[in-house]
């Protein structure tokens, strides 16, 4: 979920878990959402996105569900590994000319081996 | 092929002075922005710009000026330095307006 103040929410999980991370998003308007992810002392790094036009979407041990009734996105992680420890942020497009990003405060994902 | 390079990696400043944050990427990208980003807020968009001569400002903009003469630089002004733009600041571009967003490594500036 969206952090609230300085501490991120975080979730953690035993190597070889399956993760989910939520993301409530604010503008029912919004029409593409992408998920990041950033170690420590890196720049945000591209995982997956999606249209609105779509409700899942596939990669390669990431999935990303959108659900616009309650306007909730997550993204699950197959078979956690170590090296997936990082703060995660969502962001949605909510202008119609796909110029800007919101993001949201990010998840802290903590994979003990 | 080195992506979005960002220059310098740290930078301490005294309040009021002023520097370019500097921006460059070999990709070819039409679209590029700045972001600053501070514990618990996650990344705010500063400005951004769609296209080499075209330029629009984001969410924080006050404080930050910018501006794109070619493709590849984007570079991001701080003319007088205040403590609140103590943040970390990343660069990012792509080739389809947001889609994708490819970001840098970072500046990590503190103003004293």
Same mark, same amino acid.
């Given at each position: 979920g969206e952090s609230v103040g300085l501490h991120l929410p975080t979730l953690s999980v035993q190597e070889g878990d399956n993760s989910i991370i939520n993301c409530a998003y604010s503008n029912s308007a919004s029409d593409?959402?992408?998920w990041y992810k950033q170690e420590s002392g890196k720049g945000p790094q591209f995982i997956i +996105?999606?249209?609105?036009?779509m409700d899942k979407r596939q990669g390669q041990r990431v999935t990303v569900l959108l659900n616009k009734t309650v306007k909730h996105l997550s993204l699950q992680i197959a078979a956690t590994q170590p090296g +997936?420890?990082?703060v995660y942020f969502c962001a949605e497009n909510r202008n119609s000319g796909y110029s800007t990003l919101t993001f949201g405060k990010g998840t802290m994902l903590l994979v003990s081996p | 092929? #080195?992506? !979005?390079?960002?220059?310098?990696?740290?930078? !301490?400043?005294k309040t009021g002075q002023s520097m370019t944050l500097?921006? #460059? =990427?070999?990709?070819?990208? @039409?679209?590029?922005s700045w972001?600053? =980003?501070d514990p618990g807020m996650g990344l705010?968009?500063?400005?951004?710009?769609v296209g080499a001569g075209i330029t629009d400002q984001g969410e924080v903009p006050n404080g930050y000026n910018v501006s794109r003469s070619t493709? @590849?630089?984007f570079p991001l002004r701080l003319l007088s330095a205040a403590p609140s733009q103590t943040s970390v600041y990343f660069c990012a571009s792509s080739q389809n307006r947001v889609e994708k967003l490819f970001f840098g490594s970072g500046t990590q500036l503190s103003v004293l």
């Open positions: 593409y959402f992408i +996105d999606i249209r609105s036009n +997936d420890s990082a | 092929n #080195a992506g !979005v390079t960002q220059t310098p990696k740290f930078q !301490v400043l500097q921006c #460059a =990427q070999d990709m070819n990208h @039409e679209y590029m972001y600053r =980003q705010r968009l500063i400005h951004y710009s493709t @590849e630089d």
